[in-house]
T-cell receptor
Framework: NAGVTQTPKFQVLKTGQSMTLQCAQD?????MYWYRQDPGMGLRLIYY???????DKGEVPNGYNVSRLNKREFSLRLESAAPSQTSVYFC????????FGPGTRLTVL | QKEVEQNSGPLSVPEGAIASLNCTYS??????FFWYRQYSGKSPELIMF????GDKEDGRFTAQLNKASQYVSLLIRDSQPSDSATYLC?????????????FGAGTTVTVRA
């Protein structure tokens, strides 16, 4: 039982490049979330998915897209990365309490 | 006004002392309250949740909730160096679709040996 897994752990991009962050959970949770964490700002919700086939915007969705591929997987895509997207990205899943993956540290140069 | 506010810290306490962390929230409809602990470079991990007014104890941790004052706190008794971390307060925001959390910015606690 791995819980919530994320890939990659680290990534460096150049401005304008695209990439997809992958997240998977094996806890049979319906809801999944993507957050970014910046110093002094706590966790901010980017997108979430209440169930397979549905996605909704969170607090800071601009510049991101998501796909809920199936119940287990929820991916986050940066189409054209910008330096302002340098952050640590966490995926989480929940029935009630949220459980977090290990995070992806992304640097955009 | 931010939805969830925590005392800014950092909070430094001697080993064996009580660390007291505070959190206020703005949404009166909030129903569930969580405390997460985050070690440097790691992901948040849930340590406590509370739904009803009053106190809830789990080992050395006590969560306190006062919905009338829109206030939730976390007490760490007999603080240990291993308790040195950032503590995040999270409050649910019920929507028609889902159960979302709003997080405070966190309070960093350092326990001095």
């Amino acid at each position: 039982n791995a819980g919530v897994t994320q890939t990659p752990k680290f990534q460096v991009l150049k401005t304008g490049q695209s990439m997809t962050l992958q997240c998977a959970q094996d806890m049979n949770h319906n809801s999944m979330y993507w957050y970014r964490q910046d110093p002094g700002m706590g966790l901010r919700l980017i997108y979430y998915s209440a169930s397979e086939g549905t996605t909704d915007k969170g607090e800071v969705p601009n510049g991101y897209n998501v796909s809920r591929l199936n119940k287990r997987e929820f991916s986050l895509r940066l189409e054209s990365a910008a330096p302002s997207q340098t952050s640590v990205y966490f995926c989480a899943s929940s029935l009630n309490e949220q459980f977090f993956g290990p995070g992806t540290r992304l640097t955009v140069l | 006004q931010k939805e969830v506010e925590q005392n800014s810290g950092p909070l430094s306490v001697p080993e064996g002392a009580i660390a007291s962390l505070n959190c206020t929230y703005s949404d009166r409809g909030s129903q569930s309250f969580f405390w997460y602990r985050q070690y440097s470079g790691k992901s948040p991990e849930l340590i406590m949740f509370i739904y009803s007014n009053g106190d809830k104890e789990d080992g050395r941790f006590t969560a306190q909730l006062n919905k009338a004052s829109q206030y939730v706190s976390l007490l760490i008794r007999d603080s240990q160096p291993s308790d040195s971390a950032t503590y995040l307060c999270a409050v649910n925001q019920w929507s028609s679709n889902d159960y979302k959390l709003s997080f405070g910015a966190g309070t960093t606690v350092t326990v001095r040996a």
